[in-house]
Antibody
Framework: EVQLVESGGGLVQPGGSLRLSCVAS????????MHWVRQVPGKGLQWVSG????????AHEDSLEGRFSISRDNTRNSLYLQMNNLRREDTAFYYCAKEGELSLLSWFDRWGQGTLVTVSS | VVMTQSPVTLSVSPGERATLSCRASQNIYTNLAWYQHKPGQAPRLLIH???TRAAGIPARFSGSGSGTEFTLTISSLQSEDFAVYYCHQYHNWPPVTFGQGTKLDIK
């Protein structure tokens, strides 16, 4: 069974940093591109970052202004999101999502349960 | 690519049909997916390729459309179908884009 389990969320002060992790199981992690998607409570889904299976291609939402960085470790079946200089508007549930096909850029066929990041003083 | 969903909220009685719309700001061919999202749960893939049901999705869910206009139809609403539904274009990135969501309410 495919599973994606996020961790690393919590309460952080404005300007602080957090590193989110997503551990994958039940599929060959190294074969698939992965993404982070967030949802501000009461709002819709917003794509944050994506990374190809081999880490060669990666991209982030422009509005993040370079504060977030996605990475992966295929030996550990893990996806990461380093979040720096956090702002109150970054408060959200953060989900990792797996692409549905081996080629980069397809639908997201599995999602994790999410981890909540709260930015507040 | 900007994705626009309508309506924002849809109130439908159990057993009735629900029709949700999604419009893309440019041609995305059939590179569109639909997801169901309930509070506290992971989003669930319903449809990809605009009209292909994902594994395990009941036949009452169907998708149609191509280019810029897409529709998700739920033929006979069950109690477990009341949720928020999102469309998602994967024709090009970055960025990947989602519609703002349609909340399906019990009437």
């Amino acid at each position: 069974e495919v599973q994606l389990v996020e961790s690393g969320g919590g309460l952080v002060q404005p300007g602080g940093s957090l590193r989110l992790s997503c551990v994958a199981s039940g599929f060959t992690f190294a074969d698939y591109a992965m993404h982070w998607v967030r949802q501000v409570p009461g709002k819709g889904l917003q794509w944050v970052s994506g990374i190809s299976s081999d880490s060669v291609l990666l991209a982030h939402e422009d509005s993040l202004e370079g504060r977030f960085s996605i990475s992966r470790d295929n030996t550990r079946n893990s996806l990461y999101l380093q979040m720096n200089n956090l702002r109150r508007e970054d408060t959200a549930f953060y989900y990792c999502a797996k692409e549905g096909e081996l080629s980069l850029l397809s639908w997201f066929d599995r999602w994790g349960q999410g981890t909540l990041v709260t930015v507040s003083s | 690519v900007v994705m626009t969903q309508s309506p924002v909220t849809l109130s439908v009685s159990p057993g009735e049909r629900a029709t949700l719309s999604c419009r893309a700001s440019q041609n995305i061919y059939t590179n569109l997916a639909w997801y169901q999202h309930k509070p506290g749960q992971a989003p669930r893939l319903l449809i990809h390729g605009a009209s292909t049901r994902a594994a395990g999705i009941p036949a009452r869910f169907s998708g149609s459309g191509s280019g810029t206009e897409f529709t998700l139809t739920i033929s006979s609403l069950q109690s477990e179908d009341f949720a928020v539904y999102y469309c998602h274009q994967y024709h090009n990135w970055p960025p990947v884009t989602f519609g703002q969501g349609t909340k399906l309410d019990i009437k």
